[in-house]
T-cell receptor, first 112, second 115 residues
Framework: GAGVSQSPSNKVTEKGKDVELRCDPI?????LYWYRQRLGQGLEFLIY????????KSGLPSDRFSAERTGESVSTLTIQRTQQEDSAVYLC??????????FGPGTRLTVT | GENVEQHPSTLSVQEGDSAVIKCTYS??????FPWYKQELGKGPQLIID?????GEKKDQRIAVTLNKTAKHFSLHITETQPEDSAVYFC??????????????FGQGTILTVHP
């Protein structure tokens, strides 16, 4: 079956612009996570969605970052007024249970 | 919060040799430990995981061991092949209760298998 998909695969934007990243989870997976991976580093948790529960936003680095999820489907991560330090790969993962997160290919964001 | 340390940062082996990557964690409440393989330009791929009620798990050439007392776990790859070359990440989470399985990752190990 289809895995997690993300779009765009690459995004180059100018400092100060807003960007929107999209994640399509595996069908039926109720949990969805966003992570950020800076060059040569591990993954940092950003936000978690589970069904209709309030999302846990404890990993979002600033109020310029926000995310939404429609039911148990698509999620979008929005970064407003992008800064150069936002340059990273943004990864989305989904899971059916609390174990076994499956990742998408990521969106590589470059802020110039 | 949880902190995961991973060693070594780079590992170079000859084809056919074994490779071992080690991780330590700080939160005794962590109970789920997955390992991911990440190839260049791709997302991390789950290769094996272990729960805290198990000390060892094996899947073909890959095995993971867990020592809850010492709070460390290791990935063992036997009979390495060039296609095993990638970045490997360990992670830990408290899956259950109020912690919903948020993963804390190690910094990664770049494994190179020379033919």
């Amino acid at each position: 079956g289809a895995g997690v998909s993300q779009s765009p695969s690459n995004k180059v934007t100018e400092k100060g612009k807003d960007v929107e990243l999209r994640c399509d989870p595996i069908s039926g997976h109720t949990a969805l996570y966003w992570y950020r991976q800076r060059l040569g580093q591990g993954l940092e948790f950003l936000i978690y969605f589970q069904g209709n529960s309030a999302p846990d936003k404890s990993g979002l680095p600033s109020d310029r970052f926000s995310a939404e999820r429609t039911g148990e489907s698509v999620s979008t991560l929005t970064i407003q007024r992008t800064q150069q330090e936002d340059s990273a790969v943004y990864l989305c993962a989904s899971s059916l249970t609390l174990r076994g997160q499956y990742f998408g290919p990521g969106t590589r964001l470059t802020v110039t | 919060g949880e902190n995961v340390e991973q060693h070594p940062s780079t590992l170079s082996v000859q084809e056919g040799d074994s490779a071992v990557i080690k991780c330590t964690y700080s939160d005794s409440a962590s109970n789920y430990f997955p390992w991911y393989k990440q190839e260049l330009g791709k997302g991390p791929q789950l290769i094996i995981d272990i729960r805290s009620n198990v000390g060892e798990k094996k899947d073909q050439r890959i095995a993971v061991t867990l020592n809850k007392t010492a709070k460390h776990f290791s990935l063992h790859i036997t009979e390495t092949q060039p296609e095993d070359s990638a970045v490997y990440f360990c992670a830990a989470s408290n899956a259950g209760g109020t912690s919903y399985g948020k993963l804390t990752f190690g910094q990664g190990t770049i494994l190179t298998v020379h033919p």
